[in-house]
């Protein structure tokens, strides 16, 4: 791979590797990923349109 | 009696029939008209073409579900829309054409152009699976011929040969980037699971100018006290698997082991490949439209590129000028009221991504992305209108311009339930609205991004929620689009 890209780029640092896959952490934050989404596909689904209004 | 007739039976023509069906009343009919036998979640298709998932896990056949719902089905691709119907007959109706040449004409009081994408492999000299050098996983078939060649690659690499994998897109026009960057890193991920991964050079090939781009203009994030673009996300996550990339890349043409590209400075390259998965520029299906008299249409019901007009602005103008109320909001027809698109159907005003072109005048930039939750949200919006409008309102009653709406997005990064990762994002709105969001044009409290084994998790619970919602299983209507 080209070292010239990699020198530049932003590396996690390994308690950020860690974290990707360490359960507790993760289940907290398949809960707060979930509402997160939850929060825009609710406002996403107000599609009825109000007069007077573009 | 209101007649509905839906083309198309994928994510946005099966959302839009299936809801019709439920609001309209048992006198009312609702027909979908769609060449394929099988109803394909497409999201999926990235598991099937790395061998972890067989196509029957992401596919099934539509008649039996129709059938139970009350859904006429007419297995054949519409070719002709006759808006004002014929010399006799006021009646509007389409021509479609089944797959032994027979025709025939579904008559409609409205209809819901939901035919999605052309595939369109020929824009690109040797680009696709049937008559070309690269592998494509757009559709079932396509996606299990592409795991079959990764088997073959894998026993290569297990015998010590070394081999090169170039994933990403064939033309400089392309879409649905964020499709092939999930192919990439589960792939990454499944030589690494294969144990063959120090025998891999894998390299990613793109129209985006920067990485993250994904047709979007790419996001800002706040992490950590800045907000930052997503290039930097992406970057990051290919240095750390070994993936290098090129940016900025028009295929001109696909050897059988390398393809000739130019980039955005006019330089012409050569990558070598010995497995490449490249997504093919999409384009309309090519209907044709005729008036009352017989005379042809199709260019005020489609544009150029034979997406569908629908309510949006498509006055050409320099990007700087480019607004969120471009959009359409209600995807009806200008020309005819009874006429909506939804899904990929509709004609998009302008692009997201700035739009570049080399030196040597070739268009080197990403069509907008209208896919997944976005599709599905303005299916949903044009049944409701077009079942008030069956009721009588004069005008549609619902809006989903993509300029208003959010989606929320999950790339799957390695599948499996300990150590595979996901890519979770929501980006609020899909389209940049500067005026409303300056200055990166979205909410940066609703754009967020993450990387972890939660994705892949949520990844796993949409696959199933979606097929069992596909399926109109007890309950299909709680589960949002």
Sequence with gaps: MDTDKTEYVTNPTRSTLF???????????????????????????????TPGKR | MTNVVVLGAGIAGHTAAAFARSWLGRDDTVTVVSPRPDYNWVPSNIWVGVGLMKPSKVTFPLAPIYERAGIEFVQASAREL?????????????????????????????????????????KTPGLGPDDGHSLSVCLPDHAAQSAARLDEEVERMRRGERRKFLVGVGHGTCTCEGAAFEYIVNLEFELRNRGVRDKADITWITNEYELGDFGMGGMHLKRA??????????????????????????????????????????ARHEQEFDFAMLLPPFSGVGLTAFDRTGADITDRMFMPNAFMRVDADYTARPHEEWKAADWPRTYQSPNYGNVFAAG??????????????????????????????????????????VVDM?????EPTHAASMAEMGAACV????????????????????????????????????????????????KILLHHMFLHKARLRPGWRLIPE
Aim: hydrophobic share 40%; proline share 9%.
């Design chain 1, 19 to 49: 974290m990707r896959t360490f359960l507790p952490y993760q289940m907290w934050r398949f809960a707060v990923i979930n509402l997160k989404m939850i929060e825009i596909i609710r406002r996403s689904h107000k599609t009825e349109i």
């Design chain 2, 82 to 122: 006759h808006p004002e119907g014929g010399v006799n007959d006021s009646n509007p109706y389409v021509t479609a054409e089944f797959a032994d040449g027979r025709r025939t004409d579904v008559r409609y009081d409205f209809l819901i152009n939901a035919t999605g994408p052309a595939l369109r492999f020929d």
């Design chain 2, 225 to 266: 006290g800045y907000i930052t673009p997503s290039s930097v996300f992406n970057a990051s996550l290919f240095a750390e698997r070994g993936i290098d990339w090129i940016t900025r890349a028009h295929i001109h043409q696909v050897e059988a082991d390398r393809v000739l590209y130019e980039t955005l400075d006019g």
């Design chain 2, 344 to 385: 990929i159907a509709f004609a998009p005003p302008h692009a997201i991504s700035i739009p570049r072109k080399s030196p040597n005048g070739t268009v080197i930039a990403p069509a907008p992305p209208r896919t997944g939750m976005p599709s599905a949200m303005i299916a949903k919006a044009v049944a409701h209108s």
């Design chain 2, 390 to 394: 069956a009721g009588g309102a004069r």
């Design chain 2, 411 to 458: 790339a799957s990064a390695g599948a499996n339930p300990f150590t595979g990762t996901a890519a979770s994002m929501t980006v609020f709105p899909i389209v940049p609205d500067y005026e409303r969001f300056p200055p990166y044009g979205r909410d940066v409290k609703r754009t967020f991004g993450e990387i972890g084994l939660a994705g892949h998790w949520t």
